[in-house]
T-cell receptor, first 114, second 114 residues
Framework: QKEVEQNSGPLSVPEGAIASLNCTYS??????FFWYRQYSGKSPELIMF????GDKEDGRFTAQLNKASQYVSLLIRDSQPSDSATYLC??????????????FGQGTILTVHP | GAVVSQHPSRVICKSGTSVKIECRSL??????MFWYRQFPKQSLMLMAT?????????EQGVEKDKFLINHASLTLSTLTVTSAHPEDSSFYIC??????????FGDGTRLSIL
């Protein structure tokens, strides 16, 4: 059974701080990892994907991957109240394509307070 | 970014009615489309995966005769909820992926069966 684990939170950070969201996965062969943001009542929106060990930066977002530890994280710098949402970690099935079936974590609720 | 359109956004209908939901990829060829269901405060639940021109693959516990999926072209998939009942009320979300596109989600359809 493939598993993707996230701390459900809520994670509360002050405006301007760094929010750190963490995710672990069980399938050691997994190669592709995704972070989605979901506002309440809306559908998920892709914000980052990462395939290689290390860091990948896009604006205020940095995804970090450590395949040896089966750990992927998302850092949000200069957090804004508009970043308040549920963040979903998703892992593509090992052996599948990067664009195939995903296993989602339960999501971490992030609240950024002014 | 990639655009996935889902229609209608909201449906309210009587018990016993069949409801069709459309999912279109507007700017890329979607070789695979996915259908999810999400209940309030719960994570996404994958219902089925469809590849263009092939029969859909349903997840365990999802009734294929109740949730009919058609993926006749590289830009369109439909989900028909047949003879819907109040317990089918939920937020249905499609996503699409292609050879160079990870999964992007439509805006979702909120289905309410009276």
């Amino acid at each position: 059974q493939k598993e993707v684990e996230q701390n459900s939170g809520p994670l509360s950070v002050p405006e301007g701080a760094i929010a750190s969201l963490n995710c672990t996965y069980s399938d050691r062969g997994s190669q592709s990892f995704f972070w989605y943001r979901q506002y309440s009542g809306k559908s998920p929106e892709l914000i980052m994907f990462i395939y290689s060990n290390g860091d990948k930066e896009d604006g205020r977002f940095t995804a970090q991957l450590n395949k040896a530890s089966q750990y992927v994280s998302l850092l949000i710098r200069d957090s804004q109240p508009s970043d308040s949402a549920t963040y979903l970690c998703a892992v593509a099935d090992a052996g599948g394509t990067s664009y195939g079936k995903l296993t989602f974590g339960q999501g971490t609720i992030l609240t950024v307070h002014p | 970014g990639a655009v996935v359109s889902q229609h209608p956004s909201r449906v309210i209908c009587k018990s016993g009615t069949s409801v069709k939901i459309e999912c279109r990829s507007l700017d890329f060829q979607a070789t695979t489309m996915f259908w999810y269901r999400q209940f309030p405060k719960q994570s996404l639940m994958l219902m089925a995966t469809s590849n263009e021109g092939s029969k859909a693959t349903y997840e365990q516990g999802v009734e294929k005769d109740k949730f009919l999926i058609n993926h006749a072209s590289l830009t369109l998939s439909t989900l028909t909820v047949t003879s819907a009942h109040p317990e089918d009320s939920s937020f249905y979300i499609c996503s699409a992926s292609g050879s160079a596109q990870p999964q992007h989600f439509g805006d979702g359809t909120r289905l309410s069966i009276l």
